[in-house]
């Protein structure tokens, strides 16, 4: 339902699926389902023993998690909505596609599912003892339990995570924004298209072109002898000091042979002219018996605005970073004539210069932005800055962990990705909100028993339906990295990653932190 309505409103509002978004309603899917096991595994445990009938047990469940659910699709919500606000149409799509997936999750999970189940029959007995069964799952838990329960093994726990998270921050410091291999990050090396790509910038030109635009103030200001010049010397500039530039083209090059071509092909005189009459005179006796349009792809017919065009062998973020600072170094240094000016950088190269310059920045803002408001959403919930540092702890440690392997693995961080890093914060938090309301509803109950045996049953019940739904969300969209498209299988590494260390987080880290601090804000 969540997912079908998601789906409706990013059509309603414009917006198409993408090799990029077509993940959108497999995650709505899957967070729908993560907050559904929550309310069906606290049912069965009112009907077997509280022994309620369905209508009351469905009253109890909506009562004792509609502020946890409420507050983690909040958190949910966060990550995708910043994203809106990124200036790349790609990724606004996603945001409003996941946005409005999460918003309908309030309606079918929160709403919708215990008003199913007040009209559904109680479970046979069988069915209820077979879900209330010890299992593995319930070993595994109690092992977590007792880590988190023993002091010394707690402050081993804590201990670890930390060292961990200083080893994922030196790697995550190795981190680079855009493409580290040739050909398009879109599709593997061994696609076809990026074997073409490979061939093409071996044998021939290029397919990536770079371009520079040069504009004069005035009609016929790139018939000027210095004008062309410059442009020549930034060309062999750019030729010699660039290692993965080849060649270049531009207006010069033409000039160049008319005036060879005046001197008996001489190869000397492959030259720009010194008068600029001279070059107006080889352009209008061409102009004579050439076609028009012949000089379109180098100059406007006025002669005021050109380009040069620089091929280059690939895309690499490193590859572009070299040539558009030597174009600038050449600029500052070189530039001399007041009569033109140089704009770059254009083609293949500069819009995807353009989209790593705005992914560096948004990246760290964006997750500083989305932590923050998660942050708050916390605090806000429980009434205390504690319960915000202890569920936001966690947060960070995984989000390090995830770009720590990033940066060890010498992953690029391209402009797709930045929707992954901000969900797998948003959606990093509702896991311990559960776990963290099941411990404060056991203190509350009435005699209230100790912290140790709160951890042990939030553990054995709300732990349960966590473990469950991490791993099975972090399985299934870790199927994505069987896709034929590069793009898709790194995206669902990255966010298999982010939910499985979310569930270790929650499951490890997090009771260990609450035994060892003991907040006040459970018992109120």
């Excluded at 030109?205 to 770079?210: G, H, I, K």
């Excluded at 099975?472 to 199927?479: D, F, M, N, P, W």
């Amino acid at each position: 339902m969540a997912t079908l309505w998601g789906l409706g409103l990013t059509a309603l509002c414009g917006f198409k699926l993408t090799p990029a978004t077509i993940m959108a309603p497999f995650l709505v899917f899957a967070l729908g389902v993560s907050h559904t096991i929550q309310f069906i595994k606290l049912y069965y445990e009112y009907v077997s023993k509280h022994h309620h009938d369905s209508k009351t047990a469905a009253i109890c469940i909506t009562r004792d998690l509609f502020t946890p659910a409420f507050t983690g699709l909040i958190t949910d919500g966060i990550g995708p909505f910043t994203l809106f606000w990124v200036p790349l149409g790609i990724i606004k799509s996603l945001a409003i596609a996941i946005g409005f997936g999460v918003i309908s999750i309030f309606f079918s999970s929160v709403i919708l599912v215990p008003n199913l189940l007040s009209f559904m029959k109680l479970p046979k007995t069988p069915e209820v003892m077979r879900e209330e069964k010890t299992t593995l799952t319930n070993r595994i838990l109690g092992s977590f339990a007792r880590l988190a329960v023993n002091k010394k093994s707690r402050w081993a726990v804590i201990g670890t995570f930390f060292i961990l998270t200083l080893v994922a921050l030196f790697s995550a410091s190795h981190l680079e924004v855009g493409d580290k291999k040739p050909g398009t990050s879109l599709l593997y090396a061994s696609s076809p298209y990026n074997q073409a790509e490979r061939f093409i910038s071996e044998k021939f030109a290029t397919s990536d072109p770079y371009y520079i635009f040069v504009e004069g103030k005035r009609d016929d200001a790139l018939l000027s002898s210095q004008a062309l010049k410059e442009m020549d010397s930034l060309q062999r500039y750019l030729e010699q000091d660039v290692s993965a530039a080849g060649r270049t083209l531009s207006l010069v090059e033409y000039i160049k042979g008319m005036n060879m071509a005046m001197f008996a092909g001489k190869r000397e005189e492959f030259r720009i002219p010194d008068l600029d009459q001279t070059i107006a005179e080889y352009l209008f006796l061409y102009s004579l018996n050439g076609f028009p349009g012949d000089f379109d792809p180098v100059v406007n017919p006025n002669y005021q605005y050109a380009n040069i065009k620089v091929d280059l062998k690939d895309h690499r973020a490193k590859t572009m970073n070299e040539v558009i600072k030597k174009t600038d170094d050449w600029i500052r240094l070189y530039h001399k004539d007041e009569n033109i000016s140089f704009s770059y950088a254009g083609g293949t190269i500069g819009m995807l210069a353009a989209v790593n310059q705005i992914v560096a920045p948004i990246l760290t803002a964006n997750s500083l932005s989305t932590m923050a408001l998660v942050f708050l959403c916390l605090v806000f919930a429980y009434g205390s800055l504690v319960s915000g540092y202890l569920l936001i702890i966690p947060l960070i440690f995984r989000t390090l962990l995830v770009f720590g392997i990033l940066g060890f693995l010498k992953v690029g961080l391209t402009a797709e990705m930045i929707p992954m890093v901000a969900l797998g914060i948003g959606f990093g938090d509702d896991f311990g909100i559960y776990i963290v309301s099941r411990i404060k509803d056991e203190l509350k109950k009435e005699g209230g028993g100790s912290l140790k045996d709160a951890v042990i049953e939030a553990m054995s019940t709300s732990g349960k339906a966590v473990f469950f739904t991490g791993i099975t969300l972090s399985i299934g969209i870790a199927t994505w990295m069987l896709s034929s498209i590069l793009m898709q299988a790194r995206l669902g590494a990255l966010l298999g990653f982010f939910i499985f260390f979310n569930v270790i987080g929650t499951l490890i880290v997090l009771p260990s932190m609450i035994m060892t601090v003991d907040p006040k804000f459970l018992r109120k």
